[in-house]
T-cell receptor, first 113, second 115 residues
Framework: AQSVTQLDSHVSVSEGTPVLLRCNYS??????LFWYVQHPNKGLQLLLK??????LVKGINGFEAEFKKSETSFHLTKPSAHMSDAAEYFC???????????FGTGTRLQVFP | DTGVSQDPRHKITKRGQNVTFRCDPI?????LYWYRQTLGQGPEFLTY????????KSRLLSDRFSAERPKGSFSTLEIQRTEQGDSAMYLC?????????????FGPGTRLTVT
């Protein structure tokens, strides 16, 4: 079965410092992986996706993620956090050969001034 | 592109009542999905449609849950005889299935509270 595990339920950073949100995946096949962000009272927004092309994926708002097959990881990073980055972040895998999404439990990112 | 819209945004109902939620996808999108998100969890897939055909409903939580997309445009999700455990955010998403690179666009959700 395919699944994702988000290793931190909460991450706190200061504005201007790097962000690292960790995600490990489990899949018998080459996975399609995504990061979504959810701001309060707003819909889920796609940050980036990996679909077996380049292993370093660049997304919106300065975020990027690196697919590491040897570590079964897909960690999300950003060099410098902004106050507007405070939100819930979800690591997601698509079930093989379908478009049904399996979400992780989420990581809440807090950004302090 | 006006985005995916959901109505109502909030619903409070008494246990045992029936509720119906509506989702309007992005106009040209042929696939429509329903998810449920409980507090502190990620969204959980429920069902989805290709145009008006419901392709999978096995993950609907019980026979009290049903969904329709009669004309291949908007969709409704109905919960009959609501229970307190049904309290959650119900999310709708839509996508356009061209090629292998699809993307699901999510609506803001309907928050259900069962008292």
């Amino acid at each position: 079965a395919q699944s994702v595990t988000q290793l931190d339920s909460h991450v706190s950073v200061s504005e201007g410092t790097p962000v690292l949100l960790r995600c490990n995946y489990s899949s018998s096949y080459s996975p399609s992986l995504f990061w979504y962000v959810q701001h309060p009272n707003k819909g889920l927004q796609l940050l980036l996706k990996y679909t077996s092309a380049a292993t370093l994926v660049k997304g919106i708002n300065g975020f990027e993620a690196e697919f590491k097959k040897s570590e079964t990881s897909f960690h999300l990073t950003k060099p410098s956090a902004h106050m507007s980055d405070a939100a819930e972040y979800f690591c997601v895998v698509a079930l093989y050969n379908t478009d049904k999404l399996i979400f992780g439990t989420g990581t809440r990112l807090q950004v302090f001034p | 592109d006006t985005g995916v819209s959901q109505d109502p945004r909030h619903k409070i109902t008494k246990r045992g009542q029936n509720v119906t939620f509506r989702c309007d996808p992005i106009s040209e999108h042929n696939r429509l999905y329903w998810y449920r998100q409980t507090l502190g969890q990620g969204p959980e897939f429920l069902t989805y449609f290709q145009n008006e055909a419901q392709l999978e409903k096995s993950r609907l939580l019980s026979d009290r849950f049903s969904a329709e997309r009669p004309k291949g445009s908007f969709s409704t999700l109905e919960i009959q005889r609501t229970e307190q455990g049904d309290s959650a955010m119900y999310l709708c998403a839509s996508s356009l299935t061209t090629g292998a690179s699809y993307r699901q666009y999510f609506g803001p959700g309907t928050r259900l509270t069962v008292t």
